[in-house]
């Protein structure tokens, strides 16, 4: 009886739930470096500047780690870039929770965090040039990662082993994502003789304002993020554990809403409504009383922003093709930048206006930038000849 040769299969990886997962694994790990700090300032004697430091270098990472993806990309592939951001990632967390002093704390924060802007530019690119809505797909599990990072950290801190464990664990999750780099395609990108170049995109009207409406739209939830558990906290004076869990009310929107958008591709003019919704719900803050309705209305600031980032990014891949990484790292590090910038307003605003209340102003005024931004962004769309 002769027997038929055995087949071998070779299990290629879905590029959109590889690209998922590892997003949510970057998730936990950049939501995770908050929490662990108090922990970090009572052990290492890091005071405020050290501490401030080491937020600004995780910022600083993201932003300069997203711009060198587009080169490493081009160079190399997005698989190398995949990969190098996962391994940096894994490298950086490792030594957070090591660390002996506060300037390995702060070296490391912006090791894996610019691990994460590698990894981060590399998936964007690659899910926007696929435009299947994979790409909201994958930054809804990076919200599942930031809501979850906390949560991982708080228990682990407060009953657990201690600080020192977050980051482990975090170590951990992004080193089985490593493998996964196998999703994307090997080799680097092909030479595209139609590119617009960096240069050549800076003098395209339509990508300058939806660089605009990502950065400051970004850069506002980071400001109003960092700043509403203090809002609550000092002026409502909510209890701490509630204070605590209120940005995890505008995580949870953001999520929601991308998962529910994922498969519906959104035209630009809805950044319009959205952004202005985001900005009116922040200043009813200020007027709303009690817990619930406050705890509703950063849900609905989440539910409002949730879809901006994937839908400025593929946008942008559809409007301009060729360009597809250098205009997604360009405007990506963009947004890391003026990330940095927003926080250092809010807490300017508050100190000379002697209440943390001013700082959901400036919120409320950057959203409305974004919105009016998003307004000429939609314009344009409708104007090819200014692409």
């Known amino acids: 009886m002769n027997r038929a040769p055995l087949a071998y299969v070779s299990v290629v990886p879905s590029p959109g739930r590889s690209c998922s997962y590892a997003l949510a694994a970057f998730g936990v790990a950049a939501a995770s470096l908050g929490p ?20 600004s270098a995780a910022g600083a990472g993201w932003g300069s780690g997203v711009l060198a993806s587009s080169r490493v990309s081009c160079a190399r592939g997005r698989r190398t870039s995949f990969l190098w951001g996962t391994i940096l990632l894994t490298i950086g967390l490792t030594l957070l929770a090591l660390a002996p002093v506060g300037a390995v704390v702060i070296a ?23 435009d299947d809505g994979s790409l909201a797909t994958a930054n809804g599990f990076f919200g599942i990662g930031a ?17 020192r464990a977050a980051p482990a664990v975090a170590a951990v999750l992004c080193a089985c994502t490593i493998p996964l780099a196998t ?92 952004t202005a919704t985001a900005a009116t719900c922040v200043l009813l803050m200020l007027l709303v009383p009690g817990a619930p309705g406050a705890m509703l209305l950063i849900f609905l600031v989440g539910c409002a922003v949730g879809p901006v980032f994937p ?41 000379i206006a002697d209440t943390t209340a001013a700082g959901l102003v400036v919120v409320a005024i950057t959203f409305c930038l974004a919105s009016t931004a998003a307004a000429f962004a939609t314009a344009t769309v409708a104007r090819p000849a200014y692409t």
């Not at 203090?230 to 505008?250: C, G, I, K, N, Q």
């Open 108 to 130: 490391s924060a912006f090791l894996f965090s610019f691990g994460g802007g590698l990894l981060t530019g590399s998936v964007n690119s690659a899910l926007a040039e696929a």
């Open 183 to 274: 999703a994307l395609p090997p080799g680097k990108l092909p030479q595209n003789t139609l590119s617009h170049g960096f240069r050549g995109l800076l003098r395209r009207r339509l990508y300058i304002l939806l660089v605009a409406v990502i950065a400051l739209d970004v850069a506002s939830e980071a400001g109003f993020i960092g700043w509403i558990a203090t809002y609550v906290d000092e002026a409502r004076h909510w209890p701490d554990w509630l204070a605590a869990a209120s940005p995890m009310a505008f995580w949870t929107g953001v999520t929601l809403v991308r998962f529910l958008v994922a498969r519906r591709r959104l035209d630009a003019w809805v950044l319009v409504p959205m």
């Open 36 to 55: 662990i700090l108090p922990g970090v300032r009572h052990d290492l004697g890091v005071g405020d500047i050290g501490t401030g430091l080491a937020i």
């Open 147 to 163: 809501i979850a990072g906390p949560l991982m950290a708080g228990a682990l801190v407060g009953f657990g082993p201690g600080w």
């Open 311 to 351: 839908i400025v990014v593929e946008t942008s891949a559809r409007a301009f093709p060729n360009d597809i990484d250098t205009g997604t790292a360009f405007m990506l590090g963009t947004t890391g930048t003026l990330e940095m910038i927003v926080p250092l307003l809010l807490g300017t605003a508050a100190a």
